[in-house]
C-alpha cells in the first residue's frame, strides 16, 4: 500500500511569505502529526490531527496552523516567514493512537527561508 | 518529566563489531517505547517498539528490552553492516497528549 506521501519535497521561500505543505496519509489512518526536523532542536512536535480535530499542539507560534480534510489528508501553513522557520518538516500517520502504535512518516518537506 | 535521554554521537564501528546504543526515558507510568531509524535525505521509520515492561522489539537484527527498572531501552545489533549507518532515534509515547517524544538522535557510520 501507499506510504505517506508529502509534497512538495522542496522548497525555497523569501522571508516574510506564507507556505502550504500538504500530507497525503496511509489509506485508513485517520491520526496526522506534523513536526519540525532541525540539526539545533531536534524532532519537534507541532500538531496532531484525529478526524478534522486538532487533539494536540505544541510549542509553537501562531504563524504556525494545520488542518485536517474528511479524506484525512493534511495541510500545515507557515506566514510571515522567518529565516529560522527552515527546517525538514515531517508528516506523520498513524491509525488511530500514534503513542502506542507508533508513526510511519513521509519523506518530509525541506523549507528553506531565505 | 517527560524526556527521552540517548547517547550522544556519532558513533563508528567496524563492520561486524556489537552495537548498543543507550536510551532512558522519564516518565508516570509506563509509556510505549519505540526506536526510529532516519537514512539520508528521507523520513523516519519506525525500526521497533516496545508497549509494556520486558517486552523485547526486534528487527533486522536490532533488539531492545523494556526495562521499568533503570527506565531504559537500548538498542543492540550483534553484527553491524554498512548499510545500517544512519541516525538512530529513541522514544516514547505520551498517552495523555496524543504523540510521541523523541530523542535527540545518535549517528551511526559503520566502515567497511
Known amino acids: 500500500k501507499a506510504g505517506v506521501t508529502q509534497t512538495p519535497r522542496y522548497l525555497i521561500k523569501t522571508r516574510g511569505q506564507q507556505v502550504t505543505l500538504s500530507c497525503s496519509p496511509i489509506?485508513?489512518?485517520?491520526?496526522v502529526s506534523w513536526y519540525q526536523q532541525t540539526p539545533g532542536q531536534g524532532l519537534q512536535f507541532l500538531f496532531e490531527?484525529?478526524?478534522?480535530?486538532?487533539?494536540n499542539k505544541g510549542n509553537f507560534p501562531g504563524r504556525f496552523s494545520g488542518r485536517q480534510f474528511s479524506n484525512s489528508r493534511s495541510e500545515m501553513n507557515v506566514s510571515t516567514l522567518e529565516l529560522g522557520d527552515s527546517a525538514l518538516y515531517l508528516c506523520?500517520?498513524?491509525?488511530?493512537?500514534?503513542?502506542?502504535?507508533?508513526?510511519?512518516f513521509g519523506s518530509g518537506t525541506r523549507l528553506t527561508v531565505v | 518529566g517527560n524526556s527521552v535521554t540517548q547517547m550522544e554521537g556519532p558513533v563508528t564501528l567496524s563492520e561486524e563489531a556489537f552495537l548498543t546504543i543507550n536510551c532512558t526515558y522519564t516518565?508516570?507510568?509506563?509509556?510505549?517505547l519505540f526506536w526510529y531509524v532516519q537514512y539520508p535525505g528521507e523520513g523516519l521509520q519506525l525500526l521497533l517498539k516496545?508497549?509494556?515492561?520486558?517486552d523485547k522489539g526486534s528487527n533486522k537484527g536490532f533488539e531492545a528490552t523494556y526495562r521499568k527498572e533503570t527506565t531504559s531501552f537500548h538498542l543492540e545489533k550483534g553484527s553491524v553492516q554498512v548499510s545500517d549507518s544512519a541516525v538512530y532515534f529513541c522514544?516514547?509515547?505520551?498517552?495523555?497528549?496524543?504523540?510521541?517524544?523523541f530523542g535527540s538522535g545518535t549517528r551511526l557510520s559503520i566502515r567497511p
Open positions: 506523520a500517520s498513524s491509525l488511530e493512537d500514534p503513542e502506542t502504535g507508533g508513526y510511519t
Open positions: 489509506s485508513g489512518h485517520r491520526s
Open positions: 490531527y484525529f478526524s478534522e480535530t486538532q487533539r
Open positions: 516518565a508516570t507510568g509506563y509509556p510505549s
Open positions: 516496545a508497549t509494556k515492561a520486558d
Open positions: 522514544a516514547r509515547g505520551y498517552s495523555s497528549a496524543s504523540k510521541i517524544i
